[in-house]
């Protein structure tokens, strides 16, 4: 299997030179230049924290109005561990398919070889009156941080807010985005949403109904089977997304964006484990709303320096779910509500000719409640900050230097530790884009 | 339609409405003529800003992308600029690679099909012989160009060209007017070219001069004028200048007996003021768009391009002879 994607990624690299050499010629077209555009992006890092290796472990069980079990947040994910980690191998191929669609297509490669589809969608590009309709696989444009890949975040790790509430890769799914963009001198995009919606791991995460009943099952020494657990089919898309965004023109040599997002995931699922000995399952609908702001003052100086920006992100989610399962059969219709804010600020500044400085505070939990009937639990507040300092060495390379002090409140009371990074990455093939 | 069942509407609903009605109606008539015979331009770089303004006079509504002086290799694709993307009849840009950070991602983004290429897209040093274009491509040798050298507007006899061209492209997208736009650029033409003989005189002296550039933004100015370079500030076009290589420069200016560095100010003064302390050659500051201190229009960009470079060489001449 890897041997074909090793094949095709050489065959792709091999038509980018081609197309390199094509376009000596005059093309008068931008977008023919490296088409496909072939990219790999090598990443990784050394690692270190003061808690025996399980601080992303600890980040990710941090308190939480949202926690489920067998749901997708078990994703085995390339768990960092001291020492030295290769981080997933990104290749990623755009281009023009012809004057009606572009197209994106972006894997990544674990360490251990796994290979994911991340992204693959279309885009029409000949449709009139600002409107875009994108189709496929792609991540959603819910938030501002949320479409960005990895190699082009400002720290080595995601933050605690997007991690508590969207998960480490953020919403992404199947199905269709349609945006428009007003025909103003201000920016007004409105996007919409449609989402199969079935593989979120925290917020609107749904749960494998087969491996729930047999956990079930094997706890209670009884028989259950999956239809048992009442829960609804999945079929159809589950979730819907609906952005806003605003940026006044404060001309070349700074920029601004707001931006609102809302989603319902309208058949959430959680299994939930009480210490009682209680199981059960509970279903509903879930909401997400997002506020955002982007300010960016680009740099005055060479190599970026002089620039700096500030992004701050708060998100709340919120549950109405109902038992649809439970070992008490008396329980059965005990409404179960989750709700919890998430927010982080980060500002970077282009101290001197490539270098960076990025600080970053984020916390999770806020206003977290857990309510089972007229039983409610509060999710304590975990907080993060982080100092980062990033040397481009040019456009494809960067080498990354990043301290997190972690305060996370988990199933095992309050931890307080640190954790390093050391982190480059290095593309090779087509030229970055600089989006906003 | 509008107007009748507003007329309608404002007896019965009062002052509130009525005024809601004349801002509505007032923002159609607005659109309209704003539709009607304006070309709206983006352009990435200020001198083709500059360019489309000279040659369309009111006809054209002229945004820039990038401020005079800014790097352009280095814009972000802003909301704003995909708002203007949006409403473009004409993306007026360099090409040759300078934009390509960001010029796909404002056409991908810009919902605006009539602009992703010609005639809604015009890519100026795409329709002029270049210079530096590299027969083979390897990122290990810096940020090089695959199209050749972009920066073709440092060369007054290209962009009287370009102004030609960029005349017939207006007179496509918008018919109505294409005498006029003929005759604005013909007129812009007789004006610039009188200019030419005037700025190689002025520069008669630099002829054959041998110089150091910070980066290899001014080979169609040099090429114009008769002079070479013999190096460059960044060791590879796009990396900044390292102790190392600038202490070999500090050689090659005496071998090759550079007389002038020329540098920007987004450069900085550090390394070209270092190199100069350091050899015979003088530094010499020098504006790349129009719109930079000392120049507003594309003729004054060469007035002073050429007034430095020839003070800079007397100066030199005298204090360092």
């Given at each position: 299997?890897?041997?074909?994607?090793?094949?095709?990624?050489?065959?792709?690299?091999?038509?980018?030179?081609?197309?390199?050499?094509?376009?000596?010629?005059?093309?008068?077209?931008?977008?023919?230049?490296?088409?496909?555009?072939?990219?790999?992006?090598?990443?990784?890092?050394?690692?270190?924290?003061?808690?025996?290796?399980?601080?992303?472990?600890?980040?990710?069980?941090?308190?939480?109005?949202?926690?489920?079990?067998?749901?997708?947040?078990?994703?085995?994910?390339?768990?960092?561990?001291?020492g030295?980690?290769?981080?997933?191998t990104?290749?990623?191929?755009?281009?023009?398919?012809?004057?009606?669609f572009?197209?994106?297509?972006?894997?990544?490669?674990s360490?251990?070889?796994?290979?994911?589809?991340?992204?693959?969608?279309?885009?029409?590009?000949?449709?009139?009156?600002?409107?875009?309709v994108?189709?496929?696989?792609?991540?959603?444009?819910?938030?501002?941080?949320?479409?960005?890949?990895?190699?082009?975040?400002?720290?080595?790790?995601?933050?605690?807010?997007?991690?508590?509430?969207?998960?480490?890769?953020?919403?992404?799914?199947?199905?269709?985005?349609?945006?428009?963009?007003?025909?103003?001198?201000?920016?007004?995009q409105?996007?919409?949403?449609?989402?199969?919606?079935?593989?979120?791991?925290?917020?609107?995460?749904?749960?494998?109904?087969?491996?729930?009943?047999?956990?079930?099952?094997?706890?209670?020494?009884?028989?259950?089977?999956?239809?048992?657990?009442?829960?609804?089919?999945?079929?159809?898309?589950?979730?819907?997304?609906?952005?806003?965004?605003?940026?006044?023109?404060?001309?070349?040599?700074?920029?601004?964006?707001?931006?609102?997002?809302?989603?319902?995931?309208?058949?959430?699922q959680?299994?939930?484990?009480?210490?009682?000995?209680?199981?059960?399952?509970?279903?509903?609908d879930?909401?997400?709303?997002g506020?955002?702001?982007?300010?960016?003052?680009?740099?005055?100086?060479?190599?970026g320096?002089?620039g700096?920006?500030?992004?701050?992100?708060?998100?709340?989610?919120?549950?109405?779910?109902?038992?649809?399962?439970?070992?008490?059969?008396?329980?059965?219709?005990?409404?179960?509500?989750?709700?919890?804010g998430?927010?982080?600020?980060?500002?970077t500044?282009?101290?001197?000719?490539?270098?960076?400085?990025?600080?970053?505070?984020?916390?999770?939990g806020?206003?977290?409640?857990?309510?089972?009937g007229?039983?409610?639990?509060?999710?304590?507040?975990?907080?993060?900050?982080?100092?980062?300092?990033?040397?481009?060495?040019?456009?494809?390379?960067?080498?990354?230097?990043?301290?997190?002090?972690?305060?996370?409140?988990?199933?095992d009371?309050?931890?307080?530790?640190?954790?390093?990074?050391?982190?480059?990455?290095?593309?090779?093939g087509?030229?970055?884009a600089?989006?906003? | 339609?509008?107007?009748?069942?507003?007329?309608?509407?404002?007896?019965?609903?009062?002052?509130?409405?009525?005024?809601?009605?004349?801002?509505?109606i007032?923002?159609?008539?607005?659109?309209?003529?704003?539709?009607?015979?304006?070309?709206r331009?983006?352009?990435?770089e200020?001198?083709?800003?500059?360019?489309?303004?000279?040659?369309?006079?009111?006809?054209?509504?002229?945004?820039?992308?990038?401020?005079?002086?800014?790097d352009?290799?280095?814009?972000?694709?802003r909301?704003?600029?995909?708002?203007?993307?949006?409403?473009?009849?004409?993306?007026?840009?360099?090409?040759?690679?300078?934009?390509?950070?960001?010029?796909?991602?404002?056409?991908?983004?810009?919902?605006?099909?009539?602009?992703?290429?010609?005639?809604?897209?015009?890519?100026?040093?795409?329709?002029?012989?270049r210079?530096?274009?590299?027969?083979?491509?390897?990122?290990?040798?810096?940020?090089v160009?695959?199209?050749?050298?972009?920066?073709?507007?440092?060369?007054?006899?290209?962009?009287?060209?370009?102004?030609?061209?960029?005349?017939?492209?207006?007179?496509?997208?918008?018919?109505?007017?294409?005498?006029?736009?003929?005759?604005?650029?013909?007129?812009?033409?007789?004006?610039?070219?009188?200019?030419?003989p005037?700025?190689?005189?002025?520069?008669?002296?630099?002829?054959?001069?041998?110089?150091?550039?910070?980066?290899r933004?001014?080979?169609?100015?040099?090429?114009?004028?008769?002079?070479?370079?013999?190096?460059?500030?960044?060791?590879?076009?796009?990396?900044?200048?390292?102790?190392?290589?600038?202490?070999?420069?500090?050689?090659?200016?005496e071998?090759q007996?550079?007389?002038?560095?020329?540098?920007?100010?987004?450069?900085?003064?550090?390394?070209?003021?270092?190199?100069?302390?350091?050899?015979s050659?003088?530094?010499?500051?020098?504006?790349?768009?129009?719109?930079?201190?000392?120049?507003?229009?594309?003729?004054?960009l060469?007035?002073t391009?050429?007034?430095?470079?020839v003070?800079?060489?007397?100066?030199?001449?005298?204090?360092?002879?």
């Amino acid at each position: 299997m890897n041997k074909f994607y090793l094949a095709g990624a050489l065959l792709a690299a091999s038509s980018s030179v081609l197309a390199a050499e094509d376009n000596n010629r005059n093309s008068n077209n931008p977008l023919a230049a490296f088409n496909p555009a072939f990219s790999v992006i090598f990443n990784g890092m050394y690692y270190h924290d003061n808690v025996d290796g399980e601080g992303v472990d600890l980040l990710e069980d941090a308190d939480s109005a949202f926690h489920s079990h067998g749901g997708h947040e078990e994703h085995e994910h390339d768990e960092l561990k001291r020492g030295f980690n290769l981080n997933e191998t990104e290749l990623t191929m755009s281009g023009s398919v012809d004057s009606y669609f572009d197209a994106w297509l972006s894997a990544a490669i674990s360490s251990g070889g796994d290979f994911e589809l991340e992204e693959a969608w279309v885009r029409s590009q000949s449709l009139p009156a600002g409107l875009q309709v994108k189709a496929g696989r792609f991540l959603s444009g819910i938030g501002y941080h949320n479409e960005k890949h990895p190699h082009s975040w400002n720290f080595a790790d995601q933050n605690l807010a997007y991690l508590s509430l969207l998960g480490d890769h953020g919403v992404s799914g199947d199905g269709l985005q349609l945006t428009w963009l007003a025909p103003t001198d201000s920016y007004l995009q409105l996007g919409l949403e449609m989402l199969q919606g079935d593989n979120l791991e925290r917020a609107g995460s749904v749960i494998d109904a087969e491996e729930i009943a047999e956990e079930i099952s094997a706890e209670l020494a009884t028989d259950v089977a999956a239809e048992d657990l009442n829960l609804a089919d999945q079929n159809g898309p589950q979730l819907g997304v609906f952005t806003l965004r605003y940026a006044p023109d404060l001309g070349a040599r700074r920029a601004l964006q707001l931006g609102l997002s809302a989603a319902r995931h309208q058949d959430s699922q959680a299994f939930h484990e009480e210490g009682g000995g209680e199981l059960f399952v509970t279903e509903g609908d879930t909401d997400v709303y997002g506020a955002q702001a982007v300010y960016k003052h680009f740099p005055t100086g060479q190599y970026g320096k002089g620039g700096w920006s500030l992004t701050g992100e708060y998100f709340h989610a919120d549950s109405d779910q109902k038992a649809v399962y439970h070992s008490d059969p008396a329980e059965l219709g005990l409404p179960v509500t989750s709700e919890q804010g998430a927010a982080y600020v980060e500002a970077t500044y282009g101290f001197a000719p490539r270098w960076q400085i990025g600080l970053r505070t984020a916390a999770s939990g806020i206003g977290g409640e857990f309510s089972e009937g007229d039983e409610t639990e509060e999710a304590r507040l975990s907080r993060q900050h982080s100092a980062a300092v990033t040397w481009y060495a040019t456009e494809f390379s960067k080498l990354r230097l990043q301290f997190n002090r972690n305060d996370v409140h988990g199933d095992d009371g309050n931890e307080e530790y640190n954790q390093v990074f050391l982190q480059y990455n290095l593309s090779l093939g087509a030229h970055g884009a600089h989006s906003f | 339609m509008t107007l009748q069942t507003s007329s309608r509407l404002i007896p019965r609903k009062g002052a509130r409405r009525v005024w809601v009605h004349r801002v509505l109606i007032a923002a159609l008539c607005a659109a309209s003529f704003g539709a009607r015979a304006d070309l709206r331009i983006l352009a990435c770089e200020p001198e083709w800003g500059q360019l489309a303004t000279e040659i369309g006079g009111d006809l054209v509504t002229v945004k820039t992308a990038s401020a005079p002086g800014q790097d352009a290799h280095h814009i972000q694709a802003r909301p704003s600029l995909l708002a203007q993307v949006r409403r473009a009849d004409l993306v007026l840009c360099n090409g040759a690679g300078l934009e390509a950070g960001w010029l796909p991602v404002l056409l991908n983004r810009g919902g605006n099909p009539a602009v992703r290429q010609a005639p809604g897209l015009f890519l100026a040093a795409e329709q002029v012989d270049r210079l530096e274009v590299p027969t083979t491509l390897d990122r290990a040798d810096g940020d090089v160009h695959a199209m050749g050298n972009p920066h073709v507007h440092l060369d007054p006899r290209r962009m009287v060209s370009l102004s030609q061209q960029l005349a017939e492209r207006f007179a496509t997208l918008d018919p109505d007017n294409a005498t006029q736009y003929q005759q604005q650029q013909q007129a812009w033409q007789t004006a610039f070219e009188t200019g030419i003989p005037r700025w190689e005189q002025q520069a008669a002296s630099l002829k054959g001069s041998n110089v150091i550039t910070y980066h290899r933004s001014w080979v169609y100015l040099l090429d114009w004028l008769g002079m070479q370079r013999v190096a460059e500030l960044e060791p590879k076009p796009g990396l900044p200048p390292t102790p190392g290589h600038l202490a070999e420069l500090v050689k090659s200016v005496e071998q090759q007996q550079a007389s002038l560095i020329l540098y920007r100010p987004i450069n900085g003064d550090e390394a070209a003021n270092w190199l100069a302390a350091r050899t015979s050659a003088c530094a010499v500051l020098l504006p790349l768009s129009p719109g930079e201190e000392g120049t507003e229009t594309l003729a004054s960009l060469y007035d002073t391009l050429i007034e430095r470079l020839v003070a800079a060489q007397q100066r030199c001449q005298g204090s360092k002879a």
